[in-house]
């Protein structure tokens, strides 16, 4: 009998965690359901190429066995490209021009991994597949990254980010950029839950980190977050984040040498080789590029996208001046993140219709869901947001 209630005991805890859990767990079923019927229609249509997505084409076809030059030819030359060769022959259809920008792609190597992976089953539509799974992974990563700070009711505003026109619009293409979002929010949420709860979340976000490193150009937003929080809080965990996800993202850096100071100059002159790819050139063409950058964004929110700018601009100040005087890691952790990624955007200055600004997803999402809080709290219809586990 005492081992019988013995037993009962041990299991209590497992099950009233189960129990504790389960309203997150069903709102993180519904989610995934809501994106998965958001991506549905994409995932059925004629898969649409763009430029990003050819090159990651043909690095899918050298991995899994054809020769470099066979696989360029067969996607830039044959009739997977030749709609992009239509409508942009001076670049996609110029070989020259290809030749110079395949060295821009080289370190995304995860992605095309996966694409190639499922390639017998998919074909061509793979990386499509991949990307829209991205999306998916996306949208949960931006609920948990909340559920860390708010409760369900705030968490699942979620729902802002799930229906975000610039992140359902380039997840409908086979690139990169949604899984470079769903990392990089991991990351985040890594982060947190090291400084918050201790050293054991340490590796998964040197995981993440490692991982993005070969998807997408954004890791160093996660790391210098990283860094400033260990300057920040000067604890030994917050100093061994930031030293690890330095560790991680090193690979990537010294396997693969990506000529920073011509992918900016290739920027500012408009996604074209810069004549003369020095730093005194993009000093001098810079200016002008930004400028043109911040209308092209102004210019597409006053055509019809208010709710993209609403997303961003209201999130973004909503983060800063709701939690100025915070000091959780949380929002410690997310302002510095929104520094480095406006400083990421600003640094690529070529109009993207908000597809390289979707690296501010996850601070812009952490300020809409405060402020929606403080809101809610203000008519008095919410207790107070769950308190840091440190």
Request: with cysteine; net charge positive.
């Amino acid at each position: 009998m005492s081992t019988l209630a013995g037993r009962r005991a041990a299991a209590l805890p497992g099950r009233m965690l189960g129990r504790r859990f389960l309203p997150e767990a069903a709102c993180a079923v519904v989610l995934a359901a809501l994106a998965v019927v958001a991506a549905w229609p994409a995932s059925q249509d004629p898969v649409r190429w763009t430029p990003d997505g050819l090159f990651y084409q043909a690095r899918i076809l050298e991995l899994r066995g054809a020769d470099h030059d066979d696989a360029y030819s067969e996607v830039f030359t044959g009739p997977l490209s030749e709609r992009a060769r239509t409508i942009d022959p001076e670049r996609t259809g110029d070989p020259a021009w290809v030749a110079y920008n395949e060295q821009f792609y080289e370190r995304r190597l995860a992605l095309p991994l996966a694409a190639a992976a499922i390639y017998p089953a998919a074909g061509e539509r793979s990386l499509l597949y991949v990307s829209l799974a991205g999306y998916v992974a996306a949208v949960l990563a931006v609920f948990l990254l909340l559920l860390l700070r708010f409760r369900l009711a705030i968490a699942a505003a979620a729902l802002a980010t799930l229906y975000l026109p610039a992140l359902t619009h380039h997840s409908s293409y086979p690139l990169t950029d949604s899984w470079g979002l769903a990392l990089q929010t991991a990351a985040l949420g890594f982060a947190v839950l090291a400084l918050d709860r201790g050293r054991r979340w340490i590796a998964p976000f040197a995981l993440a980190v490692l991982v993005l490193s070969f998807t997408r150009d954004s890791t160093w937003i996660p790391v210098l977050a990283a860094v400033w929080c260990a300057y920040r809080f000067r604890t030994r965990t917050a100093v061994a984040l930031a030293a690890s996800g330095f560790a991680a993202a090193l690979p990537a850096v010294l396997a693969f040498s990506v000529p920073m100071r011509e992918l900016v100059a290739f920027n500012v002159v408009g996604h074209d080789p810069a004549p003369d790819a020095t730093w005194g050139f993009i000093a001098e063409h810079y200016p002008g590029a930004l400028v043109d950058h911040v209308r092209g964004n102004l210019g597409f929110v006053r055509r019809g996208e208010w709710y993209t700018g609403a997303y961003f601009a209201g999130g973004l100040i909503a983060l800063f001046a709701l939690t100025r005087r915070s000091r959780e890691a949380l929002p410690t952790l997310l302002k510095a993140a929104a520094v480095v990624a406006l400083l990421y955007v600003v640094s690529i200055p070529a109009f993207s219709a908000f597809r390289v600004e979707l690296v501010l997803v996850p601070m812009a999402a952490y300020g809409l869901a405060f402020a929606l809080e403080r809101l809610v709290a203000l008519r008095g219809g919410l207790r107070p947001a769950r308190a840091p586990s440190r």
